[in-house]
C-alpha cells in the first residue's frame, strides 16, 4: 500500500497503545521521572504528547447555535415534484439520500441546558450524488430580523450581558422594541412552542425563501417545512422545565440517541409552499421578507419525502463538532432568492467555518461530498487529501478538467442569478423599493 494514501483510522488492531507515530508505548501509567519521586524529564515523549494534546482537545464552539446533537440517516422522495425541480435526489418517488441532522438551540454555549426559551435550529445535510445541499431551518416558521446587517445585533441581545455574563431580558426587549418586525417570531418564543419537549418533537422550517429551478429552468419560490410524523410537544410551563433541564442537562440529546438506539426512529414529513415569482405582486407581503408567513390556504402546503434518523453518530466531536452547514451549498434544481437574510447567510456559514475548523473543513469526512468533486483549490493548513496531478490550474492542454454543463435557470456567465424570470435579478422591483425605503 502507498503509505501517502493511507487515511489515519480510528481502529485498534494490535490493542497496543501507541504514539500519535505508531511507537509503542511501555507505559501509560507513569511520566518518566529521574528518581522516584521526580523531577519529570522532558525526553518523556509521550507524556508531553499525550498532555499537549489534551491541552488542545476543544476548538473555538459555534458562536450561536454551539449546543446540538446529531443523527444520521435518509431522506427519501415520496412525490414527484419535477414540474418545480430538476434536483437529482428529488428524481422521483422512491429516491433514498443519505443525510446527517443536527438539532440546536441558539443563544447559549456547548454545555448549556437544552430547557431554555429560545429557537431551536434544525440543519440537514443531504449527501446527493450532485454535490451536498445543505437546508438549515429553525423549529419557527419566521426570524426576528429581515436584513442580515442586524444579524451580529440580535444575537448580542439575546447573549448575556458583556459585563456580567448574564442573559438579561431588558437588553432583548431594548433591542426588538426598535424592531417592529420582530414582533411575530417574539409571539413564537414566548408562545408554548418556545420550549419544545425534545429535537423529536418539533416542527421544522427553512425560514428563508429559496428558489427551485425545473429542467426548463423555470424557477419558483419555495419555502420549506418539516412536520414530525409523531407530533409536536412543548414544555409548557416553567416549572416542568426547570424540573426537567435541573435533571438532565442534556435530556433532548439523550431522548434523540436513546429514541434511535431503541429503534423508535424519528420522521418528519418534508413539504414544500410554491410561489410563482411572477405573480409576487398579487401578495400584500413580501415573498422575501422571513418575517413573515405565506398564508397556507393561498400557498398550499404541497409534500415532496420523509426524513427518517435510524443511526447515532459514531463520535460526538466528529459528527457534531466538526459538522458544518451552509446555506451557500446548493446542488442543481435548488437556489438562493434575493431574500436579503438569505443572502447574508450564503458568505456567514463558510467564513465562520474556516475560522472555526480550518480553511479545509469540507474534507472532514462528515462534510466531504460523497460523490466525486475536483477543482484547483490547493494546499492550505490540514490538507489531508493525496493528490498526484502535475496540473493545478485551468485551462491545460493536459489536464482534462472541464467545466460543468451550465445548471437550468442559473445561466452559463459568472454570478448569472437566477430569480424572476425575464429580470437580472438586481433591478428594482416593488418590493426592493418598499425594502430599501423601509431601511
Ligand atoms: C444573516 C443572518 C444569519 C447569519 C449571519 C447567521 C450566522 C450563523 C453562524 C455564523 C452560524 C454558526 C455556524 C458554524 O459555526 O458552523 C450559524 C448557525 C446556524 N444558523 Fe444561522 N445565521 C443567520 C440566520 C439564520 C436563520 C434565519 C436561520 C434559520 C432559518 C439560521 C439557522 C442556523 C442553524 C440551524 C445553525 C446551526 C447549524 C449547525 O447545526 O451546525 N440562521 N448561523
Known amino acids: 500500500m502507498d503509505p501517502t494514501k493511507f487515511r489515519p483510522s480510528s481502529s485498534h488492531d494490535g490493542g497496543v497503545t501507541t504514539t500519535n507515530a505508531g511507537a509503542p508505548v511501555w507505559n501509560d501509567n507513569e511520566a518518566l521521572t529521574v528518581g522516584p519521586r521526580g523531577p519529570i524529564l522532558l525526553e518523556d515523549y509521550h507524556l508531553i504528547e499525550k498532555v499537549a494534546h489534551f491541552a488542545r482537545e476543544r476548538i473555538p464552539e459555534r458562536v450561536v447555535h454551539a449546543r446540538g446533537a446529531s443523527a444520521k440517516g435518509f431522506f427519501e ?16 418517488p422512491g429516491a433514498r439520500t443519505p443525510v446527517i441532522v443536527r438539532f440546536s438551540t441558539v443563544i447559549h454555549e456547548r454545555g ?30 419566521v426570524f426576528f430580523i429581515r436584513d442580515g446587517i442586524k444579524f451580529p445585533d440580535v444575537i ?9 455574563h448574564v442573559q438579561e431580558y431588558w437588553r432583548v426587549f431594548d433591542f426588538l422594541s426598535h ?6 417570531t417574539f409571539f413564537f418564543l414566548f408562545d408554548d412552542v418556545g420550549v419544545p419537549a425534545d429535537y423529536r418533537h418539533m416542527e421544522g422550517f427553512g425560514v428563508n425563501t429559496y428558489t427551485f429551478v425545473n ?70 407581503f413580501d415573498p422575501l421578507d422571513d418575517t413573515k408567513t405565506w398564508p397556507e390556504d393561498l400557498l398550499p402546503l ?13 463520535n460526538f466531536f466528529n459528527e457534531n463538532e466538526q459538522l458544518a452547514f451552509g446555506p451557500g451549498l446548493v446542488v442543481p434544481g435548488i437556489y438562493y432568492s434575493d431574500d436579503k437574510m438569505l443572502q447574508c447567510r450564503v458568505f456567514a456559514y463558510a ?20 460523490c466525486a468533486h475536483h477543482n484547483n483549490h490547493y494546499d492550505g493548513a490540514m490538507n489531508f ?23 437550468p435557470g442559473r445561466g452559463t456567465g459568472p454570478g448569472t442569478p437566477t430569480g424572476r424570470s425575464g429580470s437580472s435579478g438586481g433591478s428594482p422591483t416593488r418590493w426592493g423599493t418598499q425594502r430599501s425605503a423601509r431601511s
Open 77 to 92: 422522495c415520496t412525490h414527484d415534484v419535477s414540474d418545480l425541480t430538476c434536483a437529482d435526489f428529488l428524481r422521483g
Open 112 to 141: 448549556s441546558p437544552e430547557t431554555i426559551r429560545d429557537p431551536r435550529g434544525f440543519a440537514v445535510k443531504f449527501y446527493t450524488r450532485e454535490g451536498n445541499w445543505d437546508l438549515l431551518g429553525n423549529n419557527f416558521p
Open 156 to 164: 448580542h441581545a439575546f447573549k448575556p450581558n458583556p459585563r456580567s
Open 179 to 184: 424592531h417592529p418586525e420582530s414582533l411575530h
Open 215 to 284: 429542467k426548463a429552468g423555470k424557477a419558483s419560490y419555495v419555502k420549506f417545512h418539516w412536520k414530525p410524523t409523531c407530533g409536536v410537544r412543548c414544555i409548557r410551563t416553567d416549572e416542568e422545565a426547570a424540573l426537567v433541564g435541573g435533571r438532565n442537562h442534556s435530556h433532548a440529546t439523550q431522548d434523540l440517541y436513546d429514541s434511535i438506539a431503541a429503534g423508535s426512529f424519528p420522521e418528519w414529513q418534508l413539504l414544500v409552499q410554491v410561489m410563482d415569482p411572477d405573480t409576487e405582486d398579487q401578495y400584500d
Open 302 to 314: 404541497r409534500p415532496v419525502g420523509r426524513l427518517v434518523l435510524d443511526r447515532n453518530v459514531d
Open 351 to 370: 467564513d465562520t467555518q474556516r475560522y472555526r475548523l480550518g480553511p479545509n473543513y469540507l474534507m472532514l469526512p462528515v462534510n466531504a461530498p460523497r
Open 385 to 407: 487529501m493525496h493528490r498526484d496531478e502535475e496540473v493545478d490550474y485551468y485551462p491545460s492542454r493536459h489536464a482534462p478538467l472541464r467545466q460543468a454543463p451550465p445548471v
